[in-house]
Nanobody, 115 residues
Framework: QVQLVESGGGLVQTGGSLRLSCAAS????????MGWYRQAPGKQRELVAA???????NYADSVKGRFTISRHNAVNTVYLHMNSLKPEDTAVYYC?????????WGQGTQVTISS
């Protein structure tokens, strides 16, 4: 059974930083394209950062230059480093494979940026 457990969210001020973690079990992250997604209130879930099996990364224009996706194969964990946070980054953040598999969604981690 695949489990993806997100953590590291919180409440920070504009301009602050956070590091999100996605601990995986039942799946080997280095063998899968992985992504970080977010869903803001009243909006659809969107892909914000992705990392391929080969290590290539891609970002949504809205986060490019501020967010960095990485993975630590030894602990089977994907990270999202977020800097220069803005109020519009407020959302629940999830990890999943890319493209996402519906049954792999976890509970996510809430990120709230105060202005």
């Amino acid at each position: 059974q695949v489990q993806l457990v997100e953590s590291g969210g919180g409440l920070v001020q504009t301009g602050g930083s956070l590091r999100l973690s996605c601990a995986a079990s039942g799946i080997i992250i280095k063998n899968n394209h992985m992504g970080w997604y977010r869903q803001a209130p009243g909006k659809q879930r969107e892909l914000v950062a992705a990392i391929t099996v080969g290590g290539t990364t891609n970002y949504a224009d809205s986060v490019k230059g501020r967010f960095t996706i990485s993975r630590h194969n030894a602990v089977n964990t994907v990270y999202l480093h977020m800097n220069s946070l803005k109020p519009e980054d407020t959302a629940v953040y999830y990890c999943n494979i890319n493209p996402p598999w519906p049954h792999y969604w976890g509970q996510g981690t809430q990120v709230t940026i105060s202005s």
